[in-house]
């Protein structure tokens, strides 16, 4: 019988190499076709002098009554359902990765965020929400009394 050296991090090669073959592996194809998986979609948010601009990818949808957005103690939550609508039997499907279903996604907003006049458009897939900024959020700078 052969002697192998201990090595020590042999155990953490394994298991990178399970996490490799998980995430390369085709798993987003095996919930895409599950109407109860909830979907997060991506977001983006930057400010501007005025405003804050959150963008949200939501291809699919074809209705304003399809998404909800609410604003409720400086979180923003973006919810609803996409539908599609197939043709094609089961059987005759090779390939199934677009998603359909419910989604959700919540973020924390600024402490500055107003969350009244908050405007939402849709166009392309791309879901742009503006938030403005409050004019009443100024710096202070508080005395320190040293004894």
Request: a negative charge.
């Amino acid at each position: 019988m052969a002697l192998i050296p201990y090595d020590p991090f042999r155990h953490l090669e394994l298991i990178r190499r399970d996490m490799n073959r998980f995430f390369t592996s085709d798993f987003p194809s095996l919930f895409a076709h599950m109407d109860e998986q909830h979907f997060m979609p991506r977001i983006d948010m930057h400010e501007t002098a005025n405003e804050y601009v959150v963008s949200c990818d939501l291809p699919g949808l074809e209705r304003k009554e399809d998404v909800h957005i609410d604003v409720q103690n400086n979180m923003l939550t973006i919810s609803g359902t996409i539908q599609r609508h197939h043709d094609v039997k089961e059987e005759q499907m090779h390939r199934r990765e677009r998603f359909f279903g419910r989604f959700q996604r919540s973020i924390t907003l600024p402490a500055d965020a107003a969350t009244e006049n908050i405007r939402a458009t849709y166009k392309n897939g791309v879901l742009d929400i503006h938030i403005p900024k409050t004019t009443t959020g100024t710096k202070k700078r508080v005395d320190i009394e040293f004894h």
